[in-house]
Structure formats: C-alpha cells, structure tokens
C-alpha cells in the first residue's frame, strides 16, 4: 500500500498498479468472508424457532442477510471496477517506463 508519500508504492520496483491490486485482493477477500457470515447465519435462520421471540430473530437475521448481500455485491462490484483501473494504471506505468519517465 501506499506509505502516504509521493511515487506510489511503497514496495521497492512496485507502483501504484501493484497497490491497486493489493486493495482489489482485500476487497474480494472481505466480499469472500461476509460470504460465509451470511451463509452461516443463513443456516442459523433455517433452524426451527418455536417462540415468538425466535420468530422475531429469525426476521432479523433475514434482514440482515439480505443487507449483507447488497454489501457483498458491492465489494465484488468495487473489485471488479478496481481491477480495471488497476489495468489502465499498470499501463500507463509501462507507457511512462517506455518513455523513460
């Protein structure tokens, strides 16, 4: 990631292309992970819930399951929108190191 400095990367030899794709990584792995919370709270809700008070929860949790979805669906789109500026990036990086810049 950056160091907050001027160049881009703070990885020797990397630019910001090589940041881009670390932030698209982290972002699909946090989609990847909000995944598996959803799926397990997902199974949570298919249990059988007798009281009024389990009903209750069982609304909750497919409330905020379906939120989660939105939320995943976001983080895959910021992926995948990232990875494309990633690309154009590590472009213009290459088109700059062709020009000796």
């Keep these: 990631m950056d160091s907050g400095g001027e160049g881009g990367s703070s990885r020797p030899g990397g630019g910001a292309g090589d940041d881009v794709l670390a932030i698209q990584a982290a972002l699909t792995r946090h989609a990847e992970s909000l995944t598996d919370v959803r799926r397990q709270a997902l199974s949570v809700s298919l249990l059988s819930w007798d009281s009024p008070a389990g ?3 069982r ?3 497919a ?3 379906s939120e989660l ?3 995943i669906e976001l983080l895959h789109s910021a992926a ?3 990875g494309e500026y990633g ?3 590590r472009v213009a990086e290459a088109l700059q190191r062709g020009a000796g810049l």
């Design 80 to 82: 995948r929108l990232l």
């Design 87 to 89: 690309r154009l990036v």
């Design 69 to 71: 979805s939105g939320t």
């Design 59 to 61: 609304t909750y949790l």
């Design 63 to 65: 409330e905020r399951c």
């Design 55 to 57: 009903g209750a929860f």
